[in-house]
């Protein structure tokens, strides 16, 4: 097993020098945390997900500053063995560099060691900003959500050679700006495996192909805890939703037939307070009891 991850260690973590493949996933709350650290996962991020797969909107434009700082809080609670990312939601780094660093940094004071944030060349003064405010910063390029409306839909990125292109020199600019890993999502596989030769710091893909430096899921689409379709690039190890509804569906059916709780499942009452409480008993047993 590899030694536990910082940022230090990661930024030079290559396949191509022989390193073992970066294993990522997001994690929203403290049981979430608590297994994706028992499972020896090397990044947990607080995702923007959480909007979709938590809080039940239909994208990641949703969620606020607060909802991050409150889902990193109760991650780091957990006090995971791993490296705790947390991702600055829309809006929190889009205005300007100093209203960014404010925002990074109120991830990190609930317990992100270091921050992600969405896009390529037009982000480089706030990453440089967030970077000189001692805070590492995660880059994200490719299919990123927080650009839904502008990419005219969750589509796959860099199909073509000028498209392709640009997204290479989106990602040079991001890892000279600073950024100690890049995340790549949603771009053809030789793609992925163009960023990843041209930089210096690891990929982490997530539909980018087998070829990046590590690989980054969904929790919720790991486990099948999700409910709707999930995109091509999951693979899911577990159908925790199913278990999940038969288990209830079991509990509800004993709830209702009686067969809950069962006396091993009750607290049991001493002698002279069943007494006391019972009347047919306290006649029995107890004349000067409770009425
Ligand atoms: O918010 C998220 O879950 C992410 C991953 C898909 C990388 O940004």
Redesign the pocket.
């Given at each position: 097993m590899s030694p536990p991850v910082n940022v230090h260690s990661l930024r030079t973590r290559k396949r191509r020098d022989g390193a073992e493949p970066i294993v990522?996933v997001?994690a929203y709350d403290h049981p979430g945390a608590t297994i994706a650290s028992a499972a020896g996962v090397d990044i947990i991020?607080?995702?923007?997900?959480?909007?979709n797969?938590v809080l039940g909107y239909q994208d990641?434009l949703q969620v606020s500053v607060d909802d991050m700082v409150h889902h990193v809080a109760a991650v780091a609670r957990a006090r995971p063995d791993c490296l705790v990312v947390g991702?600055m939601p829309w809006m929190s780094y889009h205005l300007d560099p100093a209203d960014a660093v404010r925002n990074a940094a109120r991830l990190v004071r609930a317990g992100a060691q270091c921050v992600?944030l969405?896009g390529g060349r037009r982000r480089v003064p706030v990453i440089e900003a967030i970077v000189n405010a001692e805070i590492p910063v995660m880059g994200?390029i490719g299919l990123t959500?927080q650009s839904v409306h502008a990419m005219g839909g969750m589509r796959v990125q860099g199909r073509q050679l000028d498209a392709a292109s640009e997204l290479l020199a989106d990602a040079r600019a991001i890892e000279a700006a600073g950024c100690f890993a890049v995340?790549v999502?949603g771009v053809p596989d030789a793609l992925g495996r163009a960023v990843t030769a041209a930089l210096s710091v690891p990929t982490?893909g997530?539909g980018a192909g087998p070829d990046c430096d590590g690989q980054?899921?969904?929790f919720h689409d790991v486990l099948g805890l999700g409910t709707g379709r999930a995109p091509k690039f999951v693979r899911r190890y577990a159908n925790l939703a199913e278990d999940a509804v038969k288990a209830l569906a079991a509990f509800a059916a004993d709830v209702r037939s009686g067969a809950f709780p069962s006396v091993a499942e009750s607290y049991e009452a001493s002698e002279q307070l069943r007494a006391a409480l019972d009347p047919g008993r306290r006649a029995e047993k107890s004349p000067g009891a409770l009425e």
């Open positions: 990522m997001t991020l607080i995702g923007d997900s959480v909007a797969t990641t991702d992600k969405e994200h959500p995340v999502e982490i997530i980054v899921l969904v």
